[in-house]
């Protein structure tokens, strides 16, 4: 064909590179076979005819479409925020489109509702974040057929899953305070039913444990700066509290302000480590020592075992990624006399 005169297919992309067709599709699919000098040439074809693969036949060939579909809480946390905007990265560079559910609650029927809209788009396959148990049940019935990773899911689920080193997190962020010279570390943590509060507990728990340190009550919140404000003004009044373990970042904003508005300071009073490393929290007063997590390396893994079980691999494989611990100024030795 020439230039204009239609759509050009891959047979005509074959014949200007003088490959076969074949060569054509692996060059395309990213297949190690084809040679450097193959590629280059098939390339070139691709560009002067303004070759564009024609997806919707190939999902009548293959069933599946070159769209992943994600499913996601509408939220502005920053943790899943920040999870999504990193997969649609990866999932773009390596040449899908990404479709997101947003759902206003992961509770059973607007889960299930998303699942099913997802499904009769035929994706590729499905990435879920999956933090809380309701989740996780509407999860197991989506057919097993269908290439899918969760994201922050159940441990203890049969799901390709990805997550945060939760509890790995959590015992790094205690020991820090304790290697400080704190006696104990007084925990607020998130919501009961998500597991990164769990993982983050347990972690906290575990150090103490190990430190033969006394394990304080544990001080119940939300994700909120709201809730880590009416956290800190409890705290504020037992004066043996000089080290604090906020489950999120926000918390620890709003702990710091209560601490603040009771003439504490901090460190210098009261210690504290966050978690998440949102982009604020090297601008608090005074910038917070938290964990940060790798949401680019969880993006990355979950679309490497999104991709091997559309190639064929049974799933129930996970990747645990731990957080790096971000040392700032809210952490100091205890003083006297509080």
């Known amino acids: ?31 190690p076979s084809v040679t450097g000098r193959t590629r280059v040439r098939v390339t070139a074809a691709i560009a002067e005819l303004g070759y564009r693969r024609n997806h919707a036949a190939r999902a009548l060939v293959t069933g599946r479409t070159q769209v992943i579909g994600v499913i996601a809480q509408s939220s502005t946390l920053y943790g899943p925020a920040a999870t999504l905007t990193a997969f649609a990265h990866a999932a773009v560079d390596a040449g899908f489109t990404v479709s997101v559910e947003s759902v206003r609650a992961l509770e059973h029927e ?67 305070l304790l290697n400080a010279g704190h006696r104990t570390v007084w925990h607020v943590a998130g919501p009961h039913g998500w597991f990164d509060s769990r993982g983050r507990l347990a972690g906290w728990r575990r150090a ?28 504020a009044r037992v004066s043996d509290v000089t080290a604090v373990f906020a489950a999120n970042d926000h918390l620890a904003l709003g702990i710091m302000r209560a601490l603040r508005e009771r003439g ?11 978690f998440d490393d949102v982009p604020e929290a090297g601008y608090y007063p005074p910038p917070l020592t938290t964990l940060r997590p790798d949401f680019d390396a969880v993006a990355v893994s979950t679309l490497e075992l999104l ?30 006399g509080r």
């Open 110 to 176: 607007p889960m299930r509702a998303a699942v099913d809209r997802q499904l009769e788009q035929r994706p590729a396959g499905l990435v879920v974040l999956a933090p809380v148990q309701s989740a996780t049940e509407v999860l197991a019935r989506v057919p097993p057929d269908t290439p899918m990773v969760c994201i922050d899911g159940d441990p203890e689920g049969t799901s390709d899953l990805v997550t945060v080193d939760q509890e790995g997190g959590g015992y790094t962020a205690t020991t820090c």
């Open 1 to 31: 064909m020439t230039k204009g005169t239609g759509d050009p297919s891959i047979v005509d992309v074959a014949q200007l590179a003088g490959v076969s067709h074949q060569t054509v599709s692996r060059v395309l699919n990213g297949h």
């Open 208 to 235: 103490l444990t190990d430190a033969g340190a006394e394990v304080p009550p544990v001080m119940a919140a939300d994700w909120s700066a709201q809730s880590g404000y009416q956290a800190g003004q409890l705290l």
């Open 264 to 274: 504490l300071s901090v460190p210098g009073d009261v210690s504290i480590v966050g």
């Open 307 to 336: 991709l091997e079980q559309v190639a064929g691999r049974p799933g129930g494989n996970r990747r645990v990624i731990p957080p790096a611990l971000v040392r700032r100024e809210s952490v100091a030795a205890p003083t006297h």
